[in-house]
């Protein structure tokens, strides 16, 4: 892997960019691997990088359907933040955080991460009780979550209506510092180029459409539109998918599959340098570095695999940016997409080894799964390559499901489901 | 927008229901074990396809009643009501 660097910048400006190399090779599927992710996502890219690079095992392949980052990494709204309700989410999105922190010098790649902060206005004197009830759990673990007043929120984010006469009028609201954004292709292409430099290799246009099992039910190799690999171990890292490949595998998930949206618009010079998000609309707004407003609300509500989101929740984001925004009203949506999202009932990830021996998995991120991608990588791949989940890992099992003990942030946290 | 044929209020527009999840799913015995219990409380099909699914018309009659809808396209084969058989599959 030639290093990124203000050296190898400055070099190729003098010889006329012709010394550029791809970020990876087009990799052909071999006879077999040792372990084979299954979805070039972030998460499957994030865990096939640290197989390699924490564990030692470079044979090594991320199979992907279309193109590295064509499902949800490449089409969410980047938020990065660890303001969760119960220890076990706070330990987990706290490593994503911690690694994100670090990843552009990690990976030798510019993922743009910007810790601009997070701002959360409550619009009731109820979310105000909600407010305090949720930065004092997260306090005492360590998250870096404080309470603003209204004046403080309205000198951050003067495009917000905090007249007394608005339609969602606010009380007041908290602050996370350490949140921000980042780029999402950049990070997928991050991963991909620095899993490829160890060995991995990333082939795309490669659908897995089946599994064979051995007489002991373990799973041998993988059926794919390029043919039949075979395979030591694999896992399941499809996000929205992760239904239809568990069940040709031979079994189900407690998932459900919805489409959610996304908006932006076209670009105008600095207006908003924090993330803000409010708690009565679960509409949430960034600037993006090009100018455009990124901002999105909740689900379809009805299971999907349709990658387009659907006209009345569509309107129903744009107007209520606009209500809450009166400035951003004028302004011109650019455009609107969707992706599709694996819900779970208690809104928390599964990462464990499947029913099927030797068959992993990771999904159940749903609408928040871009800010974990090192993290849901880094568990992973411990625990493909030990065979035994890692201990922050461990409570996001599939099993939770059975012995009942959920980790139920949809209720707790807050987050827009 | 779906279009949407309440059996007892005509077409109407999405707006005015609301999905309520996958249809045709019995209740086990008292008896049942935790893992036929969290079947029932968890696992779903979520079928990329045809999904047999429950829907309420909450801004018109209330009615709960049943749909086949492809999770694909969005397209509606039927709809029907509660104590109706689910439609054949399609060939
Ligand atoms: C509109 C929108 C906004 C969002 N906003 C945020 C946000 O602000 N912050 C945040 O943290 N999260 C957000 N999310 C959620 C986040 O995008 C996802 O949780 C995360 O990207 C999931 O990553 P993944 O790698 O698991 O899945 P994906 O990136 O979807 O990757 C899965 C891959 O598997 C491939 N695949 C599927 N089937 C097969 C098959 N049979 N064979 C081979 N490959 C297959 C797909 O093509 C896809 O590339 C948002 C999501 C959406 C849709
Ligand atoms: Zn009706």
Not at chain 1, 13 to 18: P, V
Not at chain 1, 185 to 190: H, L, R, S
Not at chain 1, 230 to 258: M, N, Q, W
């Amino acid at each position: 892997m030639k290093r990124y660097s203000a050296w190898s910048l400055f070099q190729e400006g003098l010889g006329g960019q012709k010394g550029w190399r791809p970020a990876w090779r087009a990799a052909a599927p071999k006879a077999r691997y040792d372990a084979i992710i299954i979805g070039g996502g972030g998460h499957g890219l994030a865990t096939a990088y640290y197989l390699a690079r924490n564990h030692g095992l470079t044979n090594v392949a991320v199979l992907e359907r279309g193109w590295i980052g064509g499902g949800n990494s490449g089409r969410n709204t980047t938020i990065i933040r660890s303001n969760y309700y119960y220890p076990q989410s706070i330990a987990l999105f706290e490593l994503a955080l911690t690694l994100y922190e670090k990843l552009s010098i990690d990976l030798n790649f510019n993922v743009m991460f910007s810790q601009r902060g997070l701002i959360i206005a409550g619009n009731s004197r109820h979310d105000m009780e909600t407010i305090a009830r949720l930065i004092g759990a997260m306090r005492l673990l360590g998250v870096d979550v404080e309470e603003i007043t209204v004046d403080e929120i309205k000198r951050a984010v003067p495009a917000l209506d905090c007249s007394p006469r608005a339609r969602f009028p606010v009380f007041g609201g908290y602050r996370q510092k350490r949140a921000g954004t980042a780029r999402h292709d950049a990070v997928v292409w991050g991963y991909a180029r620095a899993a490829d430099a160890l060995g991995v290799d990333i082939i795309e246009n490669c659908a897995v459409t089946g599994f064979e099992k051995s007489a002991s039910g373990r799973v041998q190799a993988v059926e794919t539109s390029r043919g039949r690999i075979a395979c030591d171990k694999a896992a399941i890292v499809v996000a929205g998918h992760s239904s239809v490949l568990a069940e040709a595998a031979g079994f189900r998930l407690p998932v459900t599959s919805y489409a959610l949206q996304a908006f932006v618009t076209e670009p105008v010079k600095p207006v908003l340098d924090v993330v803000c998000w409010t708690l009565a609309t679960g509409v949430y707004v960034s600037q993006s570095d090009k100018g455009g407003l990124v901002f999105g609300g909740g689900l379809d509500l009805y299971p999907s695999y349709a990658q387009r989101g659907n006209l009345p929740i569509g309107a129903s984001v744009v107007g209520t940016l606009a209500e809450q925004f009166p400035g951003f009203g004028r302004i011109r949506l650019l455009r609107q997409w969707a992706g599709i999202v694996d819900v779970v009932h208690d809104s928390s990830p599964i990462i464990d080894e499947t029913p099927v021996p030797g068959l992993y998995m990771n999904c159940g991120w749903g609408t928040g799964g871009f800010k974990a991608i090192p993290a849901g990588g880094w568990l992973l791949a411990h625990q493909i390559a030990t065979g035994k989940p890692h201990d922050i890992g461990a409570p996001f099992s599939l099993n939770r499901f059975r012995t009942g003990a959920l980790i139920d942030e949809a209720a707790g946290a807050g987050i827009a489901h | 927008m779906l279009l949407i044929n309440c059996p007892w209020c005509g077409p109407r527009g999405e707006h005015e229901f609301s999905c309520g999840g996958e249809s045709h799913i019995a209740r086990p015995a008292l008896a049942s074990t935790d893992a036929e219990w969290s079947d029932y409380l968890y696992f779903r099909k979520n079928p990329k396809g045809e999904h047999l699914e429950r829907w309420r018309h909450d801004f018109g009659c209330r009615q709960w009643f049943n749909v086949a809808r492809d999770t694909r396209t969005h397209a509606i084969r039927a709809v029907y009501r509660m104590d109706e058989q689910k439609p054949e599959p399609e060939r």
